[in-house]
């Protein structure tokens, strides 16, 4: 650089001084884009803007910093922001909006972080498999407040037909939660859950039981298995004659086993105390006693996957192919209604918290009911003398 270019520079930075302006911030418009310009900061820092009139008031929107756009790159933005704002679009509500209500995206990992500690650890365990498989790409860009109730519906009608109904609706309940917290910690306003008023997708029926003959077999390759597979045919005979939810046996520690009954300390519906009939105490009598702290059962794998992969095997040879593993306490409340035991005494024996969940085994006990009703009706005859 010679020294007639240096001094020609110089020259032309102190020229662009306007006097009295120095540590003021100050703003340079185009003559022939109106409304765009270019903002110089105290700090010589340049950014280009638009200022333009916006519902009855002039607002001035940062497109970017004139280190990083080109001026034909920022009046292209600017020319497109103008066609926007001529269309009825505020282009600053989105940034504005960002200030103060969170995406979909932050605010699941903010739910996450705050509501992850209060749940059970299989709680924790479902819900996790639950956010990277369904929640995490659900609103992609979007705000929460931008999901509508139409949108919950698609989602939830989308998720249905890919990974099935029961999926579709453990999500939605997750999803229906999350946006419950968002109105009570104020992001949303009341009454604007998105997921509330979405029709779940009708469960499986509850009408699958044992008939006399497939106890029978299952039984039989229950003793098949006892001396090849003692934990298994253990944890399915105790699920049979217990009525217990899986996860209540196979998270069972020695400390909860006390005489005839188990005190269990966690549960789906909190602490409960599950009563041994002699041959449940006799199932868990034939296994080797650890510690207190100890599971009662204990695998190489995951227990789950164990269980699971023997009753598959177990309800082929049984000839029961179509009975889930839960069914089996659905079969334990049935033989209860059978016995003429009252529905609040069965929802103790499951652990219901709400007797109204043990009302759907209500049906079953039609057939008593009847054979009542028709004793009855003799002995009123035969005293009344009714031919």
């Known amino acids: 650089m010679t020294s007639y270019d240096l001094k020609r520079i110089l020259a032309e930075e102190l020229a662009r001084i306007v006097p009295g302006d120095a540590g003021k911030r100050r703003t340079k418009f185009d ?13 010589g820092r340049k950014s280009y803007v638009l200022q333009r009139t916006m519902g009855g008031k002039q607002r001035l929107i940062t497109i970017g910093d004139a280190a990083i756009l080109t001026e034909r790159i920022a009046k292209d933005v600017a020319r497109r922001l103008i066609l926007r704002i001529e269309l009825g679009q505020n282009p600053a509500d989105k ?35 639950y956010r990277r498989t369904h929640l995490e790409h659900a609103f992609a860009g979007k705000f929460i407040d931008e999901i509508s109730h139409a949108d919950a519906v698609r989602w939830h009608a989308k998720l249905t037909r890919s990974a099935g109904p029961g999926a579709a609706n453990r999500a939605m309940e997750i999803l229906k939660a999350m946006f419950g917290k968002a109105e009570a910690w104020g992001y949303l306003p009341e009454h604007s859950n998105p997921f509330r008023g979405v029709k779940r ?20 390759a229950l003793a098949r298995h006892r001396a090849d597979k003692p934990n298994e045919v253990a944890i399915i005979s ?71 992969w023997f009753w598959r095997m177990l309800r082929v040879e049984a000839g029961i192919e179509d009975v889930r593993l839960h069914d089996i306490r659905h079969n334990y409340a049935s033989l209860a209604v059978r016995n003429s035991e009252t529905l609040p005494m069965i929802g103790r024996l499951l652990g219901h918290k709400d007797v109204r969940t043990t009302s759907r085994y209500a049906h079953l006990d039609d057939h008593n009911l009847h054979a009542a009703s028709q004793a009855i009706g003799c002995t009123i ?6 031919p």
């Open 95 to 129: 940034k504005q909006r960002g200030k103060r209500t969170p995406t979909y995206a932050s605010f699941l990992r903010h739910y996450w972080e705050v509501a992850a500690p209060t749940w059970k650890p299989s709680t924790l365990e479902i819900h996790d498999i």
């Open 381 to 386: 005859c035969e005293r009344m003398a009714v």
């Open 238 to 308: 105790l699920l049979a004659l217990t009525g217990c939810r899986r996860g209540e046996i196979l998270n069972l520690a020695w400390g909860e086993v006390q005489g005839r009954k188990l005190k269990l300390t966690d549960t789906k519906t909190g602490p409960r105390v599950v009563w041994l009939g002699k041959e449940a105490r006799a199932v868990i009598d034939r296994l080797p006693r650890r510690r207190s702290h100890e599971r009662v059962f204990q695998f190489d794998v995951l227990p789950v996957s164990a269980i699971e």
């Open 201 to 220: 997708n009708k469960g499986r029926k509850i009408e699958r039981f044992l008939s006399q003959a497939e106890m029978s077999r299952l039984g039989e």
């Open 31 to 43: 003559y022939v884009l109106p409304g765009f310009g270019e903002r110089i900061h105290p700090s």
